[in-house]
């Protein structure tokens, strides 16, 4: 299989230094990153060419290709931000005079409406896992965290006992970009949260000293992959045929709080976007939903 060569892969890690001492990026978002310009430094190097004397015609064959592979609108403008960002960082640093991205128009992508739970189907998510054990006790407390505050999975599962205050009834929370944002649990979360720790923690850490604040049996915190496998089962178990994502339960947390009439900057501070247009997606899937129940119960509708 084509790898990079080592000049492009140290010109990507270069990058990527660059981008973490900056921006302070996840390892997610800096992985996304590496694997972008790896697939079009492997591509490049089947034409004998290099990251760094690539012409604008090899990129727009490259995008043209990854297209017919099937790759969508979406993809391609994530891939094309990399690649962009790749060369503004070489122009900056004078490895380059001239961006060969510059000129390549983003395809044009419809907002992305995030896949919605009802309220009720939220209630049979979190009622699914069985608390009569110490790890089905972590799950829901998980679980109505998730809900409660609106946290990504990545901040979710890297929390640590020192993050959370159960007597103000706030989580502490470190970002993207290393912003620390303070996340309300609401009264129903905290119990969960209290209660967990007071029952079922020390039975899953057997007595050691762990930061973690929902940690495995094997002592560490919770990867990604493994919490989503625990969100599709449990949803699998209550029945929900819907085609879930790991932020099922924050897009949930954000509408919901919308169709209540919360403030949308409200909003947009406790999820801990940057941007309020971040944010109003979730205001196009509120009026959706009201939409539909118009159509479903008014008699004209």
Same mark, same amino acid.
């Given at each position: 299989?084509?790898? *990079?060569?080592?000049?492009?892969?140290s010109?990507?890690?270069?990058?990527?230094?660059?981008?973490?001492?900056?921006?302070?990026?996840?390892?997610?978002?800096?992985?996304?990153?590496?694997?972008? /310009?790896?697939?079009?430094?492997?591509?490049?190097?089947?034409?004998?060419?290099?990251?760094?004397?690539?012409?604008? #015609?090899?990129?727009?064959?490259?995008?043209?290709?990854?297209?017919?592979?099937?790759?969508?609108?979406?993809?391609?403008?994530?891939?094309?931000?990399?690649?962009?960002?790749f060369? #503004?960082?070489?122009i900056?640093?004078?490895?380059?005079?001239?961006?060969?991205? *510059?000129? $390549?128009?983003?395809?044009?992508?419809?907002?992305?409406?995030?896949?919605? /739970?009802?309220?009720?189907?939220?209630?049979?998510?979190?009622?699914?896992?069985?608390?009569?054990?110490?790890?089905?006790?972590?799950?829901? @407390?998980m679980?109505?965290?998730?809900?409660?505050?609106g946290?990504?999975?990545?901040?979710?599962?890297?929390?640590?006992?020192?993050?959370?205050?159960? %007597?103000? +009834?706030?989580?502490?929370?470190?970002?993207?970009?290393?912003?620390?944002?303070?996340?309300?649990?609401?009264?129903?979360?905290?119990?969960?949260?209290?209660?967990?720790?007071?029952?079922?923690?020390?039975?899953?850490?057997?007595?050691?000293? $762990?930061?973690?604040?929902?940690?495995?049996?094997?002592? +560490?915190?919770? @990867?990604?992959?493994?919490?989503?496998?625990?969100?599709?089962?449990? *949803?699998?178990?209550?029945?929900?045929?819907?085609?879930?994502?790991? %932020?099922?339960?924050?897009?949930?947390?954000?509408?919901?709080?919308?169709? %209540?009439? *919360?403030? /949308?900057?409200?909003? #947009?501070?406790?999820? +801990?976007?940057?941007?309020?247009?971040? @944010?109003? $997606?979730? @205001? =196009?899937?509120?009026?959706?939903?009201?939409?539909?129940? =118009?159509a479903? %119960?008014?008699?004209?509708?």
């Amino acid at each position: 299989m084509s790898v *990079a060569t080592d000049n492009d892969q140290s010109d990507i890690e270069l990058f990527l230094d660059a981008l973490w001492m900056e921006r302070g990026l996840s390892d997610n978002t800096l992985s996304a990153y590496r694997s972008d /310009l790896q697939g079009l430094a492997k591509a490049l190097k089947k034409q004998n060419q290099t990251l760094l004397i690539a012409s604008r #015609q090899d990129l727009l064959t490259y995008l043209a290709q990854r297209a017919q592979q099937g790759a969508h609108a979406r993809t391609t403008a994530r891939l094309l931000s990399s690649i962009r960002r790749f060369y #503004q960082y070489q122009i900056r640093e004078g490895y380059l005079k001239d961006d060969p991205s *510059a000129q $390549i128009d983003a395809p044009k992508i419809a907002p992305a409406i995030p896949k919605l /739970l009802t309220e009720d189907e939220v209630d049979e998510l979190l009622n699914a896992p069985n608390c009569d054990t110490a790890l089905g006790m972590r799950d829901r @407390t998980m679980l109505e965290i998730l809900y409660a505050s609106g946290l990504r999975v990545s901040e979710l599962i890297s929390l640590e006992m020192s993050q959370i205050n159960v %007597h103000q +009834g706030v989580v502490r929370v470190m970002g993207k970009g290393g912003k620390e944002r303070l996340v309300p649990l609401g009264e129903e979360a905290l119990d969960w949260l209290s209660n967990f720790l007071q029952q079922a923690r020390a039975d899953i850490t057997k007595g050691k000293a $762990i930061d973690a604040l929902f940690p495995t049996n094997r002592g +560490g915190p919770m @990867t990604r992959q493994a919490f989503w496998q625990l969100i599709k089962r449990y *949803a699998k178990q209550a029945g929900i045929k819907k085609d879930l994502s790991p %932020h099922t339960l924050r897009h949930a947390f954000a509408t919901h709080l919308i169709n %209540h009439g *919360a403030d /949308l900057r409200v909003v #947009q501070l406790l999820l +801990g976007h940057s941007n309020l247009s971040t @944010t109003q $997606i979730y @205001t =196009h899937v509120a009026r959706e939903r009201l939409k539909a129940l =118009h159509a479903e %119960h008014h008699p004209r509708g």
